[in-house]
């Protein structure tokens, strides 16, 4: 008996032990984007360069500066509004303040500061 407890303990001992376990490495995104080539885009006061991916949309039922600029390929899309100051620069700043305020309820996050 005295052997048979023996016989037990070293098989748990041996029959125990695993390899360690080591933490996978990170894993780096293997994202390839298409080399950049812009152009140059003109609309209402202000002209930029964009990139030829990129897709320019006038809202329908928005002012006609306003811009949206598409990216297909990535899913995305820039907001552009455009608004001349003509002596009203306290209601565009008080208009810019409300827009990102009314995503709130979608948004993790917003806080709302306003810089002059």
């Known amino acids: 008996m005295k052997y ?5 303990g070293l098989c748990g001992i041996l029959g125990g032990c695993k390899p360690e376990v080591k933490p996978k490495p990170k894993g780096f995104l293997a994202l390839s984007f298409p080399p950049p080539h812009y152009r ?21 039922d928005e002012r006609p500066c306003f811009l949206n600029i598409e990216y297909p390929q ?12 003509e002596g009203n620069l306290k209601e565009l700043l008080e208009d810019a303040q409300k827009l990102p305020l009314k995503h709130t309820i979608k948004a993790d996050e917003i806080i709302g500061d306003q810089y002059e």
């Open 4 to 8: 048979f407890w023996l016989i037990v």
């Open 40 to 60: 140059t885009l003109a609309h209402c006061q202000y002209a930029f360069k964009v990139n030829t991916i990129t897709r320019a949309v006038q809202p329908f």
């Open 74 to 85: 990535l899913k995305g899309t820039i907001y552009l509004t455009y608004e001349p100051v």
